[in-house]
């Protein structure tokens, strides 16, 4: 498992946690010390998304995209929850007045106890809407993020094909680039031999015309010498 894949579990993992933690905060008294606890998770959820950009940066183009757009979505969960939280804090910091305020009357009647344990109730269904409309926005973009990786690595197999397709062509066409050359070179020896036995055969004949021409010369003149002595 690479770094950047270690970084986005634990992202997973911390981002389930602040969820949980921002659905109790409306429902228990330990408003301060949960404060405390998301507080921090967000800000090691901000460092963890700042460490995966940094591991971004490293990787190959189609590889980059894919990453770039799950830390986008990542990006956008986050500051989802954030607002989220800051809602929720202001709940819980009424609520807490409100109980204060009721402990210090020290009067509660059975209408104010009924009263609070439907909001209660009602605000635990909230709670627990908010919690699985978060799951499932989670598990989407999970999936869109599964597919856009699973596309960027169909279309880095076919630019890696079209690659290989590419670099075989090339090498067949310096192979017949030098078959080419090779039988230029041998025809136009060929054509050099041939001229060269032309031009024999023109000096042979000339010769041979010379040599007739001589003898012809010498057959005729020899009776002609005879005769005048």
Do not use: W
């Not at 183009?61 to 202001?90: D, F, H, I, M, W």
């Not at 670099?167 to 041939?194: F, I, K, Y």
């Amino acid at each position: 498992m690479s770094l950047l894949e270690q970084y986005e579990k634990q992202y997973s993992i911390l981002i389930a946690e602040i969820t949980s933690q921002i659905g109790r905060l409306t429902l228990t008294n330990e408003g301060k010390e949960l404060c405390n606890k998301i507080d921090s998770s967000l800000t090691e959820a901000q460092e963890l998304l700042e460490q995966m950009q940094l591991e971004i940066r490293d990787l190959a183009p189609a590889q980059r995209t894919t990453a770039t757009s799950k830390l986008n979505c990542a990006q956008v969960e986050l500051k989802r929850l954030q607002g989220e939280y800051a809602k929720a804090k202001e709940t819980s910091r009424k609520k807490q007045g409100a109980l204060d305020f009721q402990t210090a009357a020290g009067d509660y009647d059975d209408y104010e106890d009924v009263a609070i344990s439907n909001d209660q109730r009602q605000r635990l269904l909230e709670n627990s809407e908010t919690i699985e409309r978060t799951g499932n926005r989670l598990q989407e973009g999970y999936r869109v993020v599964i597919e856009t990786e699973t596309l960027g690595a169909q279309i880095l197999s076919d630019l890696h094909s079209q690659r290989e397709t590419i670099q075989n062509a090339r090498s067949r066409l310096r192979e017949t680039n030098a078959e080419l050359g090779r039988a230029s070179r041998t025809l136009n020896t060929m054509m050099l031999r041939a001229l060269r036995e032309k031009a024999v055969l023109y000096v042979v004949g000339g010769v041979f015309g010379v040599a007739v021409v001589v003898s012809l010369y010498l057959t005729f003149s020899s009776p002609t010498s005879t005769t005048n002595s």
